[in-house]
């Protein structure tokens, strides 16, 4: 089987990490084990897919690489084919449970009870064994290519966050956006963030918490907001920082303070840089991203924005709940999975260069198989599109 990709792969993997997330780890709430089992996936899912990036560099010159890669691949598709025998489950569970409640009682006392609950109640207790022993297989095989990443020489690259090349594995989103791509779906939400930041009713700071699995689009739904051109007259300033897992006070002040001043003194005293930042946003408006936040601290999110007061208007973009509250958000954007329409034309547009498959025929029916596969996921449908946007071959469309 031929590895498609780091780029498809990461999305794969990130479509994966959704799916627990999403529902299976909801509906398999009431069963311990089978929770406990799926929860080590999610552990050592993205600890994997922190590596394919270096793992993809390697792979040209180190046939153990090449391998690991391909197993990794046929591991992902079997934990897929995993998550959907729950969701196939669920669906099942559903609709005997609509028809019980719709038959007679005399109908209904023959249907058993674990087909009514609102958890996880296994089918039968065939299903139940079936499925610990499936993910118990996969739990060791994922353990294995953990240990065979080590001796690989990936553990090395994790902790020092650099490529043999010395360089960042990947680059950050920045403000800027893409001027060749049309973007596609969240147009109720950027319409509701533009007025909410427009108004002027706020005595203090006024956060907006955009929130979502990875890959559904939070970033680019900040930078719609960002840079359209309506927030302009607004605001005074403003300022992007991408904070990711680093969330660095100083840091982050300074890089606030070179968007407004940028021969500011470089200084790594967090009082100083605070006062002078408070001194600077005096009787000014600002525009700020916080853009992908982890920390969940609240008190260090006390301490960060101790400097902005009325005028400051903050988006925050992070998959936890708890940085939505801890920020005190006066509105929090839940990012829910695209329709299929959307991630296609978003499909389309890496792939074909087109909105749509109208002018591409022969690729419609696969594209939109492939894109079935990437569950609403926007990051799965442009990652797996831009793998494609050099492939005019059918066959090696039918591959991915």
Same mark, same amino acid.
């Given at each position: ?30 069963? @311990? %084990?089978?929770?406990? %089992? ?20 390697? %792979? ?125 779906? @969240? ?201 494609? @946007? ?11």
């Amino acid at each position: 089987m031929s590895v498609f990709g780091e780029a498809a792969l990461s999305a794969f993997l990130e479509l994966l990490s959704a799916k627990l997330l999403d529902s299976v780890l909801n509906f398999v709430a009431g069963h @311990r %084990q089978l929770h406990h %089992q799926l929860k080590l996936w999610q552990s050592i899912l993205p600890e994997i897919k922190a590596v394919l990036n270096h793992a993809e560099e390697k %792979q040209i010159k180190d046939e153990g690489v090449k391998n690991w890669l391909g197993d990794l691949q046929d591991l992902a598709y079997d934990v897929d084919d995993i998550l959907d025998e729950f969701a196939y489950q669920e669906l099942r569970l559903k609709l005997q449970k609509t028809q019980a409640q719709a038959s007679s009682s005399k109908v209904r006392k023959l249907i058993p009870t674990c087909c009514t609950g609102g958890h996880f109640s296994p089918f039968s207790f065939m299903f139940n064994a079936k499925m610990i022993s499936k993910i118990q297989e996969i739990i060791d095989r994922l353990n294995s290519l953990n240990t065979r990443r080590s001796s690989l020489g990936f553990s090395e690259i994790m902790s020092q966050g650099v490529t043999s090349k010395g360089k960042k594995p990947r680059l950050q989103p920045t403000s800027l956006m893409d001027g060749a791509v049309e973007y596609i779906g @969240r147009a109720n939400e950027k319409q509701e963030t533009l007025e909410l930041h427009k108004s002027n009713n706020s005595d203090g700071v006024c956060v907006l918490s955009i929130l979502g699995m990875g890959g559904m689009g939070k970033t680019t739904l900040a930078q719609l907001v960002y840079n359209d051109p309506s927030i302009k007259e607004p605001f005074d300033h403003k300022s992007w920082v991408c904070v990711s897992d680093d969330f660095d006070a100083v840091n982050i002040t300074k890089t606030i303070l070179r968007s407004l001043d940028a021969d500011s003194r470089d200084e790594n005293d967090l009082n100083l840089l605070q006062v002078k930042l408070k001194e600077k946003l005096s009787g000014k408006r600002l525009l700020l991203v916080l853009d992908d936040i982890w920390n969940e601290s609240y008190s260090d999110w006390n301490i960060l924005r101790a400097p902005f007061g009325a005028g400051t208007k903050i988006i925050v973009t992070t998959r936890l709940q708890k940085v939505s509250s801890n920020v005190d958000s006066v509105k929090a954007f839940y990012l829910d999975k695209l329709s299929h329409h959307d991630c296609l034309s978003i499909f389309a547009q890496h792939a074909l260069k087109a909105r749509n498959f109208d002018g591409h025929l022969q690729f419609k029916e696969i594209g939109e198989n492939i894109v079935r596969r990437c569950n609403g996921l926007p990051l799965a449908a442009k990652a797996i599109g831009s793998l494609l @946007r050099t492939v005019k071959n059918h066959s090696e469309w039918e591959k991915v």
